[in-house]
T-cell receptor, first 116, second 113 residues
Framework: DTEVTQTPKHLVMGMTNKKSLKCEQH?????MYWYKQKAKKPPELMFV???????INESVPSRFSPECPNSSLLNLHLHALQPEDSALYLC???????????????FGPGTRLTVL | KNQVEQSPQSLIILEGKNCTLQ??????????LRWYKQDTGRGPVSLTI?????NTKSNGRYTATLDADTKQSSLHITASQLSDSASYIC????????????FGGGTRLMVKP
C-alpha cells in the first residue's frame, strides 16, 4: 500500500473559523510533510515531522499549526486564515528524513482550501 | 542558489505523438532526481527516480535520462495518450539534506485528440 490519504478533499471556511486538515499513511514512514501549492506553481514546503517531532518549520505564520499525534497521522490546524491562504494543501510521507538514495516522498491527493 | 528549471513551460501535442520535457538543475551536492506527474487539483505521483550513477530509467511509456555532468535531465513520453495531460515536475534532492526537495516550475502538457 503506497497510499497517503487526506481529508477533506475540499474545504471552504471563513476568516474567523477554526478547521483541521488530516493526513494518514500506513506505509511505516517516519517522515511526514505539509506543502502549500498555489495554482500553476510548484509545491512549497511548510512543515516536516521526523519521528513525530517537528524538525522543520519554513517560517509559516502561526495561524497554521501542525500536529503529529502518532507515526501514521498528521494534522494541520487552521485558524484566522486570510483569503491569500486559499490553495491546495498537500501531505507527503517518506521512509525517513535522512536524504539520499531512492527514498521517495509519496504525496496525498490534497485538500483544496478556499478562505472567504 | 539551488535551482531547478524546466522547459517548456507548456506544451500541446496530438494524441499518439512523442514529446520530450527538459530539466536543468544547479542543486549541489546532488542526491537524486525525480519526475512527478500531477493531474490538476491532485497530488504529484512519482514516475521515476534516478541517483547519480543512473543514466536512464523507464516506467512504461515514460523514459527519463540524467546527465549528472551537465546537470540535465529529460523526460520522454512515447505514443502520448489523452490521460498524459498533466503537469510534469522535475524534483531534485540535496545529499544529506534531510530528503528536502527542490521543485522545478513544471511543464504543463496538453494532449489533444
Amino acid at each position: 500500500d503506497t497510499e497517503v490519504t487526506q481529508t477533506p478533499k475540499h474545504l471552504v471556511m471563513g476568516m474567523t473559523n477554526k478547521k483541521s486538515l488530516k493526513c494518514e499513511q500506513h506505509m511505516g514512514h517516519r517522515a511526514m510533510y505539509w506543502y502549500k501549492q498555489k495554482a500553476k506553481k510548484p509545491p512549497e514546503l511548510m512543515f516536516v515531522y521526523s519521528y513525530e517531532k517537528l524538525s522543520i518549520n519554513e517560517s509559516v505564520p502561526s495561524r497554521f499549526s501542525p500536529e503529529c499525534p502518532n507515526s501514521s497521522l498528521l494534522n494541520l490546524h487552521l485558524h484566522a486564515l486570510q483569503p491569500e491562504d486559499s490553495a491546495l494543501y498537500l501531505c507527503a510521507s517518506s521512509q525517513k528524513r535522512g536524504g539520499g538514495g531512492t527514498d521517495t516522498q509519496y504525496f496525498g491527493p490534497g485538500t483544496r482550501l478556499t478562505v472567504l | 542558489k539551488n535551482q531547478v528549471e524546466q522547459s517548456p513551460q507548456s506544451l500541446i501535442i496530438l494524441e499518439g505523438k512523442n514529446c520530450t520535457l527538459q530539466c536543468n538543475y544547479t542543486v549541489s551536492p546532488f542526491s537524486n532526481l525525480r519526475w512527478y506527474k500531477q493531474d490538476t487539483g491532485r497530488g504529484p505521483v512519482s514516475l521515476t527516480i534516478m541517483t547519480f550513477s543512473e543514466n536512464t530509467k523507464s516506467n512504461g511509456r515514460y523514459t527519463a535520462t540524467l546527465d549528472a555532468d551537465t546537470k540535465q535531465s529529460s523526460l520522454h513520453i512515447t505514443a502520448s495518450q489523452l490521460s498524459d495531460s498533466a503537469s510534469y515536475i522535475c524534483v531534485v534532492s540535496l545529499y544529506n539534506a534531510g530528503n528536502m526537495l527542490t521543485f522545478g516550475g513544471g511543464t504543463r502538457l496538453m494532449v489533444k485528440p
